[in-house]
Structure formats: C-alpha cells, structure tokens
DNA sequence: TGTTGAAACACTAATAAGATACAGTTTG
DNA sequence: CAAACTGTATCTTATTAGTGTTTCAACA
C-alpha cells in the first residue's frame, strides 16, 4: 500500500450519545446541580450539562438518554461522559448496564485539497446528480458521494468539510476519493 | 368530524465563505 | 457633518442524536 503523502482528515466536531437506561427527573436534577445544568422545558425537553466554558456539551433527557456535542476527538467524547456519569452517580443516580451504547454517531472533519477550485466546473465533473451549488445562497459546492455514507462541502479556497461520517477511517476515504476526483479533472 | 400518522420544527456543537446588518471610528 | 471605511455579529449550507409540540395530510 502506497503511502499518504497528502493531508488527511482533521476532526473538529464529534457528536455521540448513549442511554443511562433510567427515567429520569430532569427537574430535581436541575435543581440539584444549579452551577452546571440549563434546563428551560418551555423551550426544549433537554436538560443541557456543561462542565467548563468550551467544554463540550451534553444534552440529558426524561427517559436518560443523552448526546455529547463539540467534542474535537473521540477520547475527548468519552470523557467528557465520565464526568457525566461521575456527576450523576455523586447524586444517587445510578446508569444501568445499558450504557455500553455509548457510541459516536457523527465526526465533523475538516481538510484541504491545496489549491483553488472552480466549484461550477467541479460541479458538473463530480456529477449534477450528486451535487448542489448555489453560490447565492451558500458559498460551498455540497457533494453527496454514491459510494462513501457522509457529505463533503467544498470551498473555492480548497477546505473542504466532511460531515455525517460514523468513524474517522470513513471521512479519510470519502476526503481522499473527492481528492483523486479532482486530481482526474483538472490535471 | 374525529382519529391516526407523518413530518417539521424547537435546540446543540463544529467548520467552511459569502452576504448582509449594524456599530463605531476616521477622513474630507 | 456626512460619507467612507473597519470591525463584529448573524445568517446561509450540511450532519447527528434526542423529546415534545405543532401542523397538515389521509382515511373512515
């Protein structure tokens, strides 16, 4: 196998989430841990856990599922829920085996093909069947491979976005596909 | 007219780049 | 004193999980 020698994939945003496997009473919680839960049931069902400014975000449910958001790696996903739980056991509530769905759902990647793109030339080279680019209305061409399970959003600078991909193996092939794409078009 | 179901919206994180809006400052 | 400019903010696109409410369709 030939090495990589071009850029791979940088993951930004990670989405996952579990289930504590219990019902619980978002109210009395909120109540109890005041400093770090944002819980408003008039504006959303969710009860929002923050441990820290730009730490990232987790959002607890009535029937104790939860999402962990603005993680920017897998590791980091995971200990952020650590905390979680560790929180919530200090105040009696206890997870149920159940947790072990713990899993990441969505990586948000970032990467950068190395030049400039004419996206309406790469528009119809890709294929008007798997892409949408409307300059006035978003600057990103949107490309949705037949072959790869997420979306790439491709800038006329050459970022280039990945999003919806469940592992970051998955991004990396989606990335390096576009890239061999492009490479065919226009050289 | 009542029931049922499906769909869309409420929200959150993160990134890209372009338009637009608005505040504040500088210049003629 | 008004026009010009700079800086900041918010919105556009996509993705994903979750629950509650609302809206709208179809059917009996």
Not at 12 to 41: M, R, W
Not at 65 to 94: P, W
Not at 107 to 128: H, K, T
Request: charged share 25%.
């Amino acid at each position: 196998m030939r090495q990589r020698d071009y850029k791979m994939v940088e993951v930004v945003n990670v989405v996952a989430s579990g289930s504590l496997g219990v019902e619980l009473d978002l109210e009395a919680i909120a109540g109890d841990l005041d400093d770090i839960v944002d819980y408003d049931p008039d504006n959303y069902p969710g009860a929002y856990f923050r441990f820290g400014d730009s730490a990232p975000l987790i959002t607890l449910y009535r029937t104790g599922k939860y999402i962990v958001t603005g993680a920017s790696s897998e590791e980091e996903a995971h200990t952020t829920r650590e905390d979680f739980l560790n929180i919530l056991t200090d105040h009696g509530i206890l997870p149920s085996a159940e947790d072990e769905w713990f899993r990441v759902q969505n990586y948000v990647c970032m990467s950068q093909v190395g030049e400039n793109l004419n996206l309406s030339a790469l528009a119809i080279g890709l294929g008007l069947e798997v892409t949408e680019y409307e300059p006035e209305q978003f600057p990103g061409l949107v490309f949705r491979p037949s072959d790869h399970d997420c979306v790439l959003l491709v800038f006329g600078s050459g970022k280039v976005i990945i999003t919806g991909a469940t592992s970051i193996p998955a991004a990396d092939e989606a990335f390096d596909s576009l890239r061999k794409h492009i490479e065919d078009l226009f050289s």
